[in-house]
């Protein structure tokens, strides 16, 4: 698809993969775990899905594994959130409905959905199967994460997450498909995914139960 193309995917996987890799590190310092336990919930959230992802597409072995990058910035940033524990402890985490981690979460979401519906496209998989990549890259690294820490993922919780990155990895894929240039359709696809993320929490909109539906 281009150079240009390629610059804006790179850009957005690296861009995810450090407010990721932060995200993985409160998650584990919430947690209480040690140093090692943060690089490594830091490792997996940021990584996790892009190298599922890159297993399912064929692109083996995983560009987190050939691009040193990668877990460099995953663990620089686990390890930066490690060291300045104290000051972002102090920061006003869940005293809004829609607080810095939720901002941080939905941006690191949108880029990965973004960044893994474009790489699937650029294997020449097929548009449907693409949504399906760029969901899983952007849900992936939570869900590992939160099974480390032996908590059900937030996917299978009643919350608008997995369909955000869903709904996101459609409007990019529609976008292209109708010929928009793929960077613009990156930053619709994005924006789709980042608005419906933090209005489900403003609003706490979540997807119906079977307890709900009885109800």
Not at 100 to 125: Q, Y
């Amino acid at each position: 698809m281009g150079r240009k193309t390629d610059m804006v995917l790179a850009v957005a996987d690296m861009a995810g993969t450090v407010l990721f890799a932060v995200e993985g590190a409160m998650a584990a310092l919430r947690g209480g775990l040690d140093l090692f336990g943060v690089l490594v919930l830091s490792f997996a959230t940021a990584l996790g899905g892009g190298v599922l992802r890159d297993l399912l597409i064929g692109a083996a072995p995983p560009t987190a594994l050939r691009d040193w990058r990668y877990p460099a910035m995953a663990f620089a940033a686990g390890g930066a959130t490690f060291v300045g524990h104290a000051i972002v402890g102090q920061l006003p985490i869940g005293q809004s409905p829609v607080g810095w981690m939720t901002t941080l979460d939905a941006a690191g979401l949108s880029l990965f959905a973004v960044a893994g519906t474009e790489k699937a496209l650029n294997r020449h998989i097929p548009p449907f199967s693409a949504v399906l990549m760029g969901t899983i890259t952007g849900v992936g690294g939570g869900t590992l994460r939160d099974l480390l820490l032996a908590q059900v993922p937030a996917i299978l919780r009643v919350d608008v997450y997995a369909t955000a990155a869903l709904l996101g990895a459609a409007v990019m894929t529609a976008a292209i498909r109708l010929g928009v240039a793929p960077r613009y359709a990156a930053l619709l696809g994005g924006g789709a995914c980042f608005v419906l993320r933090m209005v489900s929490v403003w609003r706490h909109w979540a997807l119906p139960t079977a307890a709900g539906l009885a109800g």
